[in-house]
């Protein structure tokens, strides 16, 4: 089954060129010009990766990614006119996995694509996996299913928590750098800040809020395992 991909851009010529670049290489492309229109196909549809215009009438770019960081980690590439610093750090803080600036090319796009592409599907569970629990005190993951319970009920987790749980229940009371997260779970070649680890843990702890996740102040974080 071809992987999917939505695109966001309300410029036709840009749209109809970089969706005919998509296709070419085999992907199905829905294509639209507003943010309500993917928020309907991000629910509907569920694309594999985001290719997302910043500068949008209505709903802006921005918006847009942080509504789908709310529920999912799917991959976001944001292609935006702005080429200030300030909006690519803003952009990928909000939830962004990569950023090219206009003029672009679309056979980089493409590149860029195929890359985030093989980590997401990388990251997604192999029903022929032998089944793994990891636990430490009151959490258990489940790897095979990509489950997560705590104090006996399930907590729903986006990939990316749970792949930092992961990391940090394998090694429970082990400090882990700021650095050294970002690159086990964002990736050697993410291009945002290690602002996102911080986002990330907060959020585990909003839905955990008895997960003793430590903060280890000036390097990074670790899971305790209390003991009784």
């Not at 670049?21 to 943010?35: M, N, R, S």
């Not at 802006?60 to 080429?83: H, L, M, N, W």
């Not at 996995?97 to 990388?122: G, I, N």
């Amino acid at each position: 089954m071809n992987q999917m991909i939505g695109l966001v851009e309300d410029d036709p010529n840009i749209r109809d060129i970089v969706k005919a670049y998509l296709e070419k290489e085999g992907y199905q492309v829905l294509a639209v010009d507003t943010a309500e229109k993917a928020w309907d196909i991000f629910q509907e549809k569920k694309p594999d990766i985001w290719v997302l215009d910043i500068m949008l009438p209505g709903m802006d770019g921005y918006e847009f990614c942080k509504k789908i960081r709310q529920t999912s980690e799917v991959p976001i590439i944001i292609i935006s006119a702005k080429d200030e610093e300030v909006d690519k750090i803003l952009g990928l803080e909000l939830g962004g996995d990569d950023y090219l600036t206009k003029p672009f090319s679309p056979r980089e796009l493409v590149a860029r694509t195929k890359r985030h592409l093989k980590r997401w599907e990388a990251m997604r569970p192999n029903a022929e996996e032998e089944q793994e629990t990891i636990k430490v005190g009151a959490l258990e993951l489940n790897e095979s299913e990509r489950q997560a319970y705590f104090n006996g009920k399930e907590v729903e987790v986006t990939t990316k928590e749970f792949e930092m749980l992961k990391i940090l229940a394998s090694q429970e009371n082990r400090a882990f750098s700021r650095e050294e997260l970002l690159i086990k779970v964002w990736g050697e070649d993410y291009y945002g800040s290690d602002r996102a680890v911080d986002d990330l843990i907060k959020r585990l702890r909003k839905k955990m809020k008895e997960l003793p996740i430590e903060t280890v102040w000036g390097h990074g974080y670790r899971l305790r395992e209390k003991r009784s």
